[in-house]
């Protein structure tokens, strides 16, 4: 019995060498932050990105906080994301805010994507 319990330990060990870590399986995207009103990029307003990826959890989808980010001058960040995990990414600023979600094969290495963003009324 224990022969058999180190032989299928070891057979778990050696399959599980073959996967890419982490940092491996990452890809590279370019978030836009664009006005929904003018569709145009918001140029020198320096909007904070946050990405969120899915978790672990039970009977409900939970979400960590992979990183947060600054949009460039340009109003555009690149930010590295696991593609096998559903994403949420969100743009926040200056009364406006905007996201979407994206799910595993949806997001290729090198993609762009736009997120428009919607003025927040203090009404």
Request: with cysteine.
């Amino acid at each position: 019995m224990k022969i058999v319990s180190s032989i299928s330990l070891l057979a778990l060990l050696l399959l599980s060498c073959d996967k890419k870590t982490d940092l491996e399986s990452q890809i590279i995207i370019k978030v836009n932050s664009v006005d929904q009103q003018t569709k145009q990029l918001r140029v020198n307003m320096f909007d904070t990105v946050i990405i969120k990826e899915e978790g672990n959890g039970y009977l409900t989808k939970t979400f960590s906080k992979v990183g947060e980010y600054t949009t460039e001058s340009t109003g555009v960040v690149k930010v590295k994301i696991d593609p096998s995990r559903i994403c949420d990414i969100s743009v926040s600023g200056l009364n406006i805010y905007g996201g979407d979600m994206y799910y595993p094969g949806h997001l290729k290495d090198g993609q762009v994507i736009n997120i428009e963003v919607k003025t927040l009324n203090n009404n």
